[in-house]
């Protein structure tokens, strides 16, 4: 017998009002055609719903989680709490890393530079001391540029002078802000290392501490994102009554972004008093920074960065986490979206454009009659 499915159209159906429909249905004629194109929106359907199913039971275990944590008498203040904690020991380890980093690489590179042979190290030390009694004897302060000038025309090295009458202090915030740069991707290459030693540090630190940097400004972006779509979600509930959900996190990421922009704002503001810096200088060189391309050719000057290398390491760590929690926001925007469209397609009937469906489900999909099974006998 002929199956239903290899049956002419006009047969299965029997009247011209449903073949008209099915046409309207699928824009084609071909019964070939449309059980084919049948069968692949049923496909897709169904992957569709597992998954939607693996979504919520996701979510499902994620709801009983937290109903478990509150039942055993755990409330969200220690939830944060915890949180907070494990954020504070992960900035601690990272900055444990970043000062011991730059104690060896003070200790690897200076002391080889100090002890380097040819080195005028005694009349170094003379000039130094006789710098200091004058000073103290007439009251007076000397900058470094008179330093250097007389160093240069006494043919002394202004180099090793300089590091000589600097203090300790400066060499151990040039190598934390060369160890900074390097965790954080940036790397302009104003500081690097000269000798094999001091390279062969940086390969084991570098190992070490960027995925250490990458998942503190991670952890910290998604402490700002939660933040936000909380303030936001309870802002809502509060004026409206209803839960939060993807239009939360669709604001989270304007704020984010306008924080971010404003952020961005305040150190062009910064650098604008200090540098003749064009408006276009100053976007380049912050998204050269917070993209990590650290191109090199615009930056502030060596001597004001390693100055100024506390402010300007929580500086970049701050707009690094605003930008993470940006991307991460949008992103959550997008997959709650997709998932609403999801459920749109699974529950609602199809969209009708110009007598064509757009979408297709199996529950919407027009039923073949089905005639009676008809019993042969057999003939003896």
């Given at each position: ?275 003749n810096w064009s408006l276009v200088d100053k976007i380049y060189y912050h998204v050269s920074m917070f993209t990590t391309t650290g191109l090199g050719d615009i930056i502030e000057p060596l001597d004001q960065q390693i100055d100024n290398v506390v402010p300007l390491f929580f500086y ?65």
């Amino acid at each position: 017998m002929v199956s239903t499915l290899e049956r002419p159209l006009c047969q299965s159906y029997g009247a011209d009002e449903e073949k008209d429909e099915m046409v309207r249905f699928f824009g084609i004629f071909h019964p070939k055609q449309v059980f084919q194109k049948a069968r692949s929106y049923e496909a897709d359907t169904m992957s569709m719903r597992r998954q939607w199913t693996k979504r919520s039971q996701r979510s499902q275990k994620s709801s009983s989680f937290q109903s478990a944590e509150s039942g055993s008498g755990v409330s969200t203040f220690h939830i944060v709490l915890r949180a907070m904690l494990c954020l504070i020991l992960h900035f601690m380890l990272l900055m444990i890393a970043l000062i011991s980093a730059a104690v060896i690489f003070s200790h690897v590179e200076d002391e080889t530079e100090w002890h380097t042979p040819g080195s005028n190290q005694s009349n170094v030390r003379n000039f130094a001391e006789r710098w200091n009694r004058l000073e103290l004897k007439y009251n007076v302060t000397f900058t470094q540029e008179d330093k250097s000038l007389f160093a240069i025309n006494t043919g002394l090295n202004t180099g090793t002078i300089e590091k000589s009458s600097n203090s300790q202090s400066y060499n151990y915030k040039k190598w934390f802000y060369f160890a900074s740069m390097v965790s954080t991707t940036i790397g302009y290459g104003d500081v690097f290392p000269k000798t094999e030693s001091g390279r062969l540090v940086f390969i084991i630190f570098s190992i070490i501490s960027i995925p250490l940097m990458l998942s503190f400004i991670a952890s910290c972006g998604d402490k700002i994102r939660v933040m936000h779509t909380s303030f936001l979600s309870a802002l809502r509930q509060c004026v409206t009554g209803q839960q939060g959900g993807a239009p939360e996190d669709l604001l989270s990421c304007l704020l984010i972004t306008i924080s971010f922009v404003g952020h961005t704002s305040v150190g062009c503001a910064l650098i604008s008093g200090q540098h003749n810096w064009s408006l276009v200088d100053k976007i380049y060189y912050h998204v050269s920074m917070f993209t990590t391309t650290g191109l090199g050719d615009i930056i502030e000057p060596l001597d004001q960065q390693i100055d100024n290398v506390v402010p300007l390491f929580f500086y970049h760590i701050f707009g690094l986490a605003l930008l993470f929690a940006a991307i991460k926001s949008f992103y959550c925007w997008y997959q709650s979206h997709q998932e609403a469209l999801a459920v749109l397609r699974l529950t609602q009937r199809p969209l009708k454009a110009r007598g064509r469906v757009t979408e297709f489900l199996p529950c919407c999909r027009p039923k073949l009659r089905e005639e009676p099974r008809v019993e042969s006998t057999m003939l003896i």
